[in-house]
């Protein structure tokens, strides 16, 4: 018998799952929340688009998570830690942390520990927009190729982006870091035990998405674009790396200090970082031809194409990297910067209710018919990360009433989601690639089936749900069990990995053609507003939203 | 001593008030809520457009805050009920009701006991929107000049549109009408006794303002123009009125059953009956140069302009209308189709709250700074009556993230009809009517000093309060002591009667020149999502509007 330990670090807390390589039986699960500021996250109360995290909550979570999901399966009789064959990482990204020359992030450090610069920059945080801006404007003069793959935008979630803001907002911090690590890389080299971040192997994942690395031009960017920016990032690049890699590689094996730590066998080896959506999408079982949706308080979704195949740029669409998902593939990821944080604000922030408020919510417009309430909203209340790639756009209600319930606008807010899901789709669709299936992921996918189906009936795609709940740390352990290979008992590589070990629930939702239909006319006006506000279009003409709106409402009624 | 009688017929209930007519001194007042329907107005589930109200309330309603108002009055020494010199009846309007040939609403037939057609059709009934508009194009082409003065847009509102819905939805209670009666009209017939439809004597106000009636062309709309709409409104031009009265003139005087049951003196004059807002603005000072803002469910703003100088075509406003508030003026009215009911909605049909959230809600939000939410709302939940005269258009939020509060959207509600004031007030004062001073009245304005501030910040006008808590009646009591006349203690005119009676609070919201800076910017905003939505501007570039949005609120904070 063998296992693999997946790792899975999600936006408030981080799972560690036991899972069993012939079949993905999953042995033994466990959550920590990261203790530090709100739900794991520490805010500033005078910029809403700050969020940065502890890497101190991180080890805090990596010890206890891995210990509490080992005394799990512990429980099944015949499992023993020597048993486990490989580990594999999987986080959030683009989520830099700058580090010391020892690899140890300077947050660590008593001198920093309250400083918000030099703690993890999450990945959404937003306060890097003008840098953002700044380095599309420069690319599209200097380097069109760099951002040709990820949309021609470079987004203020990412790696170099948030780098040049600590630089610009807080260079004591900027020089106090030896290098930046991105938590997909620095979990997986803390288990290695590296020592210098040059020891850290980086994953394709990380830099092909969010630092702009790729082969084709020798890695990171060049030194003399990096001066266009700054000079002291171009003096950085050389405290970055030369090299990323696939998940074919292993990013290295267990140091003893940490197998000590967690009862695991010292030397097991580590798989390449991901994040948590592209290994989410192996454990969705990925394809070519699937699209993986992993919906959670954002969404992203994933899908591949074979690198022999020739895959345009894609406008908007956040990054078309080879090798960042499956080895041998183009992986293509887009996404919506919020999903479930939306409802989220709109029953904990605004309504300040809970759980049952969501059910309460769902039960009253459950039989409401598409349309029925005349509201349309953008889902843009924390940006847009695809298709327009701004994250200085915001939420958009419009059709209310005097009348309009609170559950009628959580339910506008979910198809609003919906709506988004599509643009995305389309985008995808018109250049070329093959979108035959959706399989969703996450929680809300497994539990709100009045949102799946809103989402069959916006999309007109078909949508399944993942086999197993926590299909990120389960990619994490595929990717463990494909680099452990078949002589240890894992797989010899990825599609018979994941045919072992990944499914599909027997659920699938199937579009409603009267619901399409509808849906049809209201994502017309979604797009309406969506390019009028988002600068698509800047001779809009929207004086028939509102008419539109209620003559739906009527014939719905 | 001598004192006049106001009666004042609101939304959802009527009161009733004693007045001195030396000064204006309140001996008693009571207030009787209609007991059908929700809050007194009866509602069709099936569309929100729709409010009726059960006429058998208003009889109920009369009697008892009547008789409340002089049991409470009769507790100040020396006051007897033979000292009542006059009576003043205000109501809601267009609130036009059914009646048979002997005066009797259809609705206190049994037979029509719970058809909605045969109710009251409330001013905020918006089913009438289809006919509106085609009342409005008939107009445009074969008599500009009946709607040059309303803005040159029929309402939904208004008279002929109710009627005419009621001849196309429900042709039966069209055929049992003998004629139909503005409620303002009807009250004051009521206490006269009259038995017949031709007996009701009229008044200038509700017929110029809604029924399109001026003396220029001889009084309604000619039998020629309402066949174009319908033959059967031409048929029923004849059982209606030839002639309607300013508020020189008696609606009657009490009958002996009124008189009987309310315990007053048999022939006490009865004034013309005008809508709330127009005796408000009596009770509130208005004259040249001061415009009366009724601050309730919706607003309405009054001005006068004096009959002898020539008042252009408003474009949008509602109406202008010689003799419609005081006799020798030409009273201008404008208005917005919600206001408090836009903040009562947002407190109690959303966040499911009352009057204490009303008051949380401020606190929270008192201190902060103009466009410090980034958010930017339209006040159009109930549509638009000035400047669009658009029943279809609804609300809009916009700028909301994940942070935005509940009590930042109730702000910035609140900001969007302080945004609709301002737009009334610039359309007046761009056809040269002189807008010197705001006085407002209605509970809003006496007790919602936030709100009042935000209303001179965004206006750019020092805002006063009416010294009455019950403008509308005391304005119905002032008209009742002119009516009445000096020899039996009351006044020679409105001028002399207003200055003994009518006052002003000692409290005046000036603009901070610091908020009127911000507010200026987002009043730009304002305008073009207006003008977008509203159909203004059909090319309209709206990309910017989120992004100043978040500039504004970043140089808030």
Chains 1, 2 share one sequence.
């Not at 452990?484 to 579009?511: L, N, W």
């Amino acid at each position: 018998m063998s296992y693999t330990l997946g790792i899975d670090y999600g936006t408030n807390s981080v799972r560690a799952l036991i899972v069993d390589c012939r079949d993905g039986r999953e042995l033994g699960t466990s959550v920590v929340n990261y203790p530090s500021g709100e739900q794991g996250i520490l805010l500033d109360p005078s910029d809403s688009q700050l969020a940065r995290q502890h890497p101190g909550d991180y080890l805090f979570g990596l010890e206890n998570s891995v210990l509490g999901a080992l005394a799990e399966a512990a429980k099944v009789p015949g499992f023993s830690p020597a048993q486990v064959i490989g580990i594999g990482v999987d986080t959030t990204g683009s989520s830099p942390i700058p580090v010391d020359a020892h690899n140890v992030p300077l947050a660590l450090d008593p001198r920093w520990k309250n400083e918000l610069a030099a703690q993890c920059w999450l990945w959404k945080d937003h306060t890097s927009h003008r840098e953002a801006a700044r380095i599309t404007e420069l690319a599209a003069r200097y380097r069109p190729q760099y951002i040709a793959k990820c949309g021609n935008t470079y987004s203020s979630e990412w790696f170099w982006s948030k780098i040049w803001n600590c630089l610009n907002t807080a260079p004591q911090v900027f020089a106090a870091a030896d290098s930046w690590v991105e938590l997909s890389d620095y979990i997986p080299s803390v288990l290695a035990g590296a020592r210098t971040p040059a020891e850290v192997k980086r994953g394709i994942c990380a830099a092909g998405h969010k630092a702009l690395y790729a082969e084709d031009w020798g890695g990171l960017p060049d030194e003399e674009f990096l001066t266009f920016l700054n000079p002291k990032l171009a003096e950085l690049r050389g405290r970055l790396y030369a090299r990323a890699y696939d998940a074919t590689e292993a990013a290295g094996t267990l140091c003893p200090e940490w197998a000590a730590k967690l009862g695991l066998p010292v030397g097991t080896p580590i798989a390449i970082g991901e994040f948590d959506v592209h290994y989410g999408a192996i454990g969705s079982g990925v394809d070519e031809g699937v699209l993986v949706k992993a919906i959670g308080t954002s969404t992203c979704d994933c899908t591949v194409v074979r690198a022999d195949r020739n895959v345009p740029d894609i406008p908007g669409i956040c990054g078309i990297v080879n090798g960042a998902i499956l080895p041998g593939y183009f992986g293509i990821e887009a996404g919506q910067s919020a999903v479930g944080d939306i409802f989220k604000w709109w029953v904990e922030v605004v309504l300040q209710g809970d759980g049952a408020t969501h059910r309460d919510l769902t039960e009253q417009v459950r039989d409401q018919k598409p349309g029925q309430s005349g509201l349309l909203a953008l889902d843009w209340n924390n940006g847009n990360r695809t298709i327009l790639v701004d994250p200085m756009l915001t939420g958009l209600l419009v059709g209310q009433t005097l009348h309009t319930t609170r559950a009628e606008i959580y339910r506008a807010l979910i198809e609003a989601t919906a709506f988004g899901a599509r643009a995305i789709i389309e985008r995808i669709r018109e250049y070329g690639v093959t979108i035959q299936r959706v399989v969703c992921c996450g929680g809300i996918a497994e539990k709100n089936a009045f949102l799946m189906q809103i989402y069959a009936d916006v999309t007109g795609c078909a949508m399944q749900v993942s086999g197993s709940a926590q299909a990120c740390a389960l990619g994490s352990a595929v990717a463990a069990a494909v680099l452990a290979g078949p002589e240890r008992g894992g797989h010899p590589d990825f599609p018979t990995a994941q045919k072992a070990m990944t499914s599909i629930k027997p659920v699938c939702y199937a579009p409603i053609p009267e619901n399409q239909a509808v849906y049809e006319r209201l994502y017309r006006l979604y797009r309406e507003l969506h390019d009028a506000f988002g600068g698509v279009n800047k001779s809009a003409d929207l004086s028939r939203v509102m008419k539109d709106l209620i003559a739906i409402k009527q014939s719905a009624n």
